[in-house]
């Protein structure tokens, strides 16, 4: 019972990204064929770009499941500094669609705020694993969210409401994780509400933006355009849906049926079995990454496994709320189906470093028994 072997990393964790890389190839080229083809002639043109990147991402996937995880420890601080030097110089871009979220280098955009999002893990699984931490130690702590406040700021100001909400999201979670009391999480929760009160008064399309959501979640108001778009296509799915290829909303009726809304067009075209089964491979997707984060070796590794597994869902919950009205509108898209780069780019590294931990995780009972009274360890005063 007490003997290991080698490990070569989650195979069930890794056979769902897969099978999400697979369903965005198929979606994206099914939403975008139409548009491709009448604004460049070709209706390939999207797909081409999307297998661009999806080859760029199995290639960043592979080469994090090789790099031993530890090693995001050393340059977690030069790679913190450089993404809040670029949040910064987003500002003195020249902007797109009315906000300032990106840069464009050789034709592409590049948004620094989704590779925060890793970055942020790493930063908060490096201090909290190192021992830097204690939850009596107030100042330590109020430091660390501090620097959470300034990112999440950052990224709001751009302005960016939804990528800001899933980077404190993360944030908050890493400290749970990492056995911050709950009496501490309640105030750190308190806080954000003179922030986001403020923001409403710095950016007032925000607040319009905010009460006609409440307006439509209660009947007061209308939905957005793209949000009704999208439940009138996931209505015209159904049970089944109305087969690959055969949805309408794509015909210039729904704003980005690639990319933000791609959950719609896959809705309408494989119905609620489709979305149902869209979300048993999430389901398996945080049922991995809890089992790769327990039998972690080490707190770090812990960490960074829960932060990661934490990343991947929130993007995903907080792009299919918007699509059905739980959540204001946002540009945030679905993992690993989306058309788009960054994000696939930083959630296909995520991926690659759950593999590694998971290549360095537990094997025998014997070891998961030592592990767990170590974790009991984790979270005293003395580590």
Aim: net charge positive; aromatic share 16%; proline share 3%.
């Amino acid at each position: 019972m007490g003997r290991t072997k080698k490990k070569h990393g989650d195979r069930i964790l890794l056979g769902v990204i897969v099978i999400l890389l697979l369903l965005g190839i198929l979606m994206v080229y099914s939403a975008s064929s139409f548009r491709g083809a009448e604004k460049y002639n070709d209706s390939a043109c999207f797909l081409k770009q999307h297998l661009i990147r999806i080859l760029i991402g199995i290639f960043l996937l592979v080469a994090a499941w090789r790099i031993d995880y530890h090693r995001y420890r050393w340059i977690t601080p030069i790679l913190l500094l450089v993404f809040i030097i670029l949040l910064v110089g987003v500002f003195f871009g020249t902007g797109y669609q009315g906000s300032r979220r990106s840069f464009l280098i050789f034709g592409k955009q590049f948004q620094p705020s989704e590779f925060m999002k890793l970055t942020l893990v790493f930063y908060l699984a490096a201090v909290f694993a190192k021992g830097k931490f204690r939850d009596h130690q107030g100042d330590t702590l109020l430091a660390h969210y501090l620097i959470l406040l300034m990112i999440v700021g950052l990224v709001f100001i751009e302005p960016d409401l939804g990528t800001a909400l899933v980077i404190f999201f993360i944030g908050y979670c890493m400290f749970f994780l990492a056995g911050v009391s709950s009496v501490r999480l309640f105030k750190m929760a308190l806080c954000l509400i003179p922030l986001i009160s403020i923001g409403m008064l710095m950016f007032p399309y925000q607040k319009h933006r905010f009460l006609n959501y409440w307006g439509s979640v209660f009947g007061t108001g209308e939905m957005s355009y793209q949000v009704k778009q999208s439940i009138i296509g996931l209505a015209h799915g159904g049970l089944t849906g109305l087969g690959y290829g055969a949805g309408k909303q794509k015909l210039f009726f729904l704003p980005e049926p690639f990319s933000d809304f791609i959950l719609a067009s896959f809705g309408e075209e494989f119905g609620f079995l489709g979305i149902f089964t869209l979300f048993i491979l999430l389901a398996i997707i945080l049922w991995r990454g809890i089992r790769i984060a327990i039998q972690a070796p080490d707190k770090y590794g812990y960490l960074m496994a829960g932060g990661i597994t934490i990343m991947i869902l929130v993007n995903c919950l907080m792009n299919a709320g918007v699509v059905v009205n739980l959540f204001p509108t946002t540009g945030l898209p679905f993992p690993f189906m989306s058309y788009g780069g960054s994000s696939l780019f930083v959630h296909s590294v995520g991926v690659g470093i759950l593999l590694n931990i998971s290549t360095k995780g537990i094997v025998s009972y014997r070891q998961f028994t030592v592990n767990q009274s170590r974790r009991t360890r984790w979270f005293r005063d003395e580590d």
